[in-house]
């Protein structure tokens, strides 16, 4: 069975400060990771995928993949309280299907 | 503007009554998903459609049934509900990626289901 493992948490860390957010899944055919984050009774939203090794930026936001490793990470830059929601790791395989992880809870303390 | 639309937003109802929850985009996307969601939980797939006429049931088993007839609508129905079927169900869909090809899903809103 395909996994996707996540520290539940909570992660508190000051404001303005980097939150990092990890990820592991089982499945080598893997094709596409995602994050999405999700706030207390909301749907979860996208912040960013990523399918190619290394890293991607997009604003504050930076995700990292490790296909080697099986591992994804999620890089929140200058924590805002804003920030502070339920980040869900999520991972596509070859026949579009996304299986989440259970998420971690980040909180950002002002 | 492009959307994913569910509802109803919130439904309470008693033991033994059929419910269908609606689910409609406007975003012309060929996939679409019903996910599961318990309070501080993981989501869960439980049904999963590639197309107008195609449906298929996802990881987690469900007494529930789906329905492609049109491509923008992806209703759920539950025949007699039940206590065990109290949660969030949410709706989602996607279609053909940006450049990258990576599929995002979009969700909606969500159903929250309690049954007494």
């Known amino acids: 069975q395909k996994e996707v493992e996540q520290n539940s948490g909570p992660l508190s860390v000051p404001e303005g400060a980097i939150a990092s957010l990890n990820c592991t899944y089982s499945d080598r055919g893997s094709q596409s990771f995602f994050w999405y984050r999700q706030y207390s009774g909301k749907s979860p939203e996208l912040i960013m995928f990523?399918?190619?090794?290394g890293d991607k930026e997009d604003g504050r936001f930076t995700a990292q993949l490790n296909k080697a490793s099986q591992y994804v990470s999620l890089l929140i830059r200058d924590s805002q309280p804003s920030d502070s929601a339920t980040y869900l790791c999520a991972v596509k395989d070859s026949n579009y299907k996304l299986t989440f992880g259970k998420g971690t809870l980040l909180t950002v303390n002002p | 503007e492009a959307d994913i639309y569910q509802t109803p937003r919130y439904l309470v109802i008693g033991t033994g009554k059929k419910i269908t929850l609606e689910c409609s985009q406007t975003?012309?996307?060929?996939?679409m998903y019903w996910y599961q969601q318990d309070p501080g939980m993981e989501l869960h797939l439980i049904h999963y459609s590639y197309g107008v006429n195609s449906t298929e049931k996802g990881d987690l088993s469900s007494e529930s049934t789906v329905s492609r007839i049109r491509t923008e609508h992806f209703p759920l129905t539950l025949e007699s509900a039940r206590p065990s079927h109290t949660s969030q169900y949410l709706c989602?869909?996607?279609?053909?990626?940006?450049?990258?090809?990576?599929?995002?899903?979009?969700f909606g809103a969500g159903s929250r289901l309690t049954v007494l």
């Open positions: 990523i399918y190619s090794n």
């Open positions: 989602a869909s996607s279609g053909q990626g940006s450049s990258s090809g990576a599929n995002v899903l979009t």
């Open positions: 975003m012309g996307h060929d996939k």
